[in-house]
């Protein structure tokens, strides 16, 4: 099975910037994305971005703010968050679609089969 690991999260204060990282077990010809997920909402698509094409930012609160990025060589993909705010306060997950997929599909969870387990993300006013 196709294994995620995010990391890079934390504690940070407003304004400050954090980089999470999403390494894959392998290559992975896919959608990649990142999604957040805060208490008592569902799980919240940020941006997306396919292995050759520009990213697709879902979410109208990090845009300007975020970055997604993506390494083929590493198997990696990073989303940069800058002028962070405490509304992005959440647990923060990278997911991939099916291998071989064409494009990315919308921001529906449901859409992606492959997850990590989360990195925290906690920003203080």
């Known amino acids: 099975p196709i294994q995620l690991v995010e990391s890079g999260g934390g504690s940070v204060q407003a304004g400050g910037s954090l980089k999470l990282s999403c390494v894959a077990s392998?290559?992975?010809?896919?959608?990649m994305a990142w999604f957040r997920q805060t208490p008592g909402k569902p799980r919240e698509g940020l941006a997306a971005i396919m292995p050759l094409d520009g990213p697709t930012y879902w979410a109208d609160s990090v845009k300007g703010r975020f970055t997604i990025s993506r390494d083929l060589d590493k198997n990696t993909v990073y989303l940069h968050m800058n002028s962070l705010k405490p509304e992005d306060t959440g647990i923060y997950f990278c997911?991939?679609?099916?291998?071989?997929?064409?494009?990315?599909?919308?921001?529906?969870?449901?859409?992606?089969?492959?997850w990590g387990q989360g990195t925290q993300v906690t920003v203080s006013s």
């Open positions: 392998r290559y992975l010809n896919n959608c």
């Open positions: 997911a991939g679609t099916h291998q071989g997929s064409w494009v990315c599909p919308s921001s529906d969870s449901n859409e992606f089969v492959h």
